[in-house]
């Protein structure tokens, strides 16, 4: 098993940053796949961003250029750095571990864009 806890979240204002952080925990061995989801209200989760383990990372069109991620392999940590946020970058962000043995979520942090 494997446990995944999100922080870092928050309300800020629009144009404002925030950086949240993934610690991952337990049998985090064979992990290949790190993301970031996030969920609107009345929305399906999407992907925002991913990193392998090779350091390959992905963006979501709607948020290149102002989002990054990337990993701590030390800390079993993935980060989501997020600049010029948009109130429609409103959402709970969830992380996503696969590993050899499955796939795990976090529970979740809300990130709550508005003036």
């Known amino acids: 098993q494997v446990q995944l806890v999100e922080s870092g979240g928050g309300l800020v204002q629009p144009g404002g940053s925030l950086r949240l952080s993934c610690a991952a925990s337990g049998n985090i061995f064979g992990v290949y796949y790190m993301g970031w989801f996030r969920q609107a209200p009345g929305k399906s989760r999407e992907l925002v961003a991913s990193?392998?383990?090779?350091?390959?990372?992905y963006l979501a069109d709607s948020v290149k250029g102002r989002f990054t991620i990337s990993r701590d392999n030390a800390e079993n940590t993935v980060y989501l750095q997020m600049y010029s946020l948009k109130p429609e970058d409103t959402a709970v962000y969830y992380c996503?571990?696969?590993?050899?043995?499955?796939?795990?979520w976090g529970q979740g942090t809300q990130v709550t864009v508005s003036s």
């Open positions: 990193i392998n383990s090779g350091g390959t990372t």
């Open positions: 996503n571990e696969r590993t050899t043995s499955g796939s795990y």
